[in-house]
């Protein structure tokens, strides 16, 4: 079965890049919406954006100038990059994958992956 | 953005009884031209991801109980636990997806009185 699984730092200083990549096992990364999901500690989550296996995204406005999601069918991996990070950034990131037949919605999960900004 | 807002907050339930949880958003989330309404319904236990319980507002993912059930139009939604287990304790999320950007509420926690 598809597993998916985020990496990267966990600890990231005001006004730096965050980087996160998340791993797909256990199946393909075509023909289906890769997602990323935040959420702050004790909130609900954010949808960031996603990216099709054939390279379009879609981005949340409110961090459309900071957040550029990227796919690497070769190694079937995904990645997020958000710039100029600040203290509001600080949240469990997840990746995830869009249901194919009532899209919006995300039936996979990655576990998370905690990244705190802080100097 | 279509803001979500759940109700209440937190609510404690007696196990075997019923728990509801409401969802609010600020606009409606029917799609005329199918009838369906682009509303999920996720359930996240402690330390885990969220995962997703009901989509379409009333259709349950494969596996779900049906203890799970969904419903409500347009702007008013409704979950409801028909009778509580202890696996059950969790923060419930509502999401739409008619519009971008895809939106949750803000989640509701039920446990066990």
């Known amino acids: 079965q598809v597993q998916l699984q985020e990496s990267g730092p966990g600890l990231v200083k005001p006004s730096e890049t965050l980087s996160l990549t998340c791993t797909v096992s256990g199946g393909s990364i075509s023909s289906h919406y890769w997602s990323w999901i935040r959420q702050p500690p004790g909130k609900g989550p954010e949808w960031i954006g996603y990216i099709y296996y054939s390279g379009s995204t879609k981005y949340n406005p409110s961090l459309n100038s900071r957040v550029t999601i990227s796919v690497d069918t070769s190694k079937i991996q995904f990645s997020l990059k958000v710039t100029s990070v600040t203290a509001a950034d600080t949240a469990v990131y997840y990746c995830?994958?869009?249901?194919?037949?009532?899209?919006?919605?995300?039936?996979?999960w990655g576990q998370g992956r905690m990244v705190t900004v802080s100097s | 953005d279509i803001v979500m807002t759940q109700s209440p907050d937190s609510l404690a339930v007696s196990l075997g009884e019923r728990a509801t949880i409401n969802c609010k958003s600020s606009q409606s989330v029917l799609n005329s031209s199918n009838n369906k309404n682009y509303l999920a319904w996720y359930q996240q236990k402690a330390g885990q991801p969220p995962k997703v319980l009901i989509y379409?507002?009333?259709t349950r993912e494969s596996g779900v109980p049906d203890r799970f059930s969904g419903s409500g139009s347009g702007t008013d939604f409704t979950l409801t636990i028909s009778s509580l287990q202890a696996e059950d304790v969790a923060v419930y999320f509502c999401?739409?997806?008619?519009?971008?950007?895809?939106?949750f509420g803000q989640g509701t926690k039920v446990e066990i009185k």
């Open positions: 379409w507002a009333s």
């Open positions: 995830a994958r869009g249901s194919s037949s009532h899209g919006g919605t995300f039936e996979i």
């Open positions: 999401q739409q997806y008619y519009n971008y950007p895809w939106t």
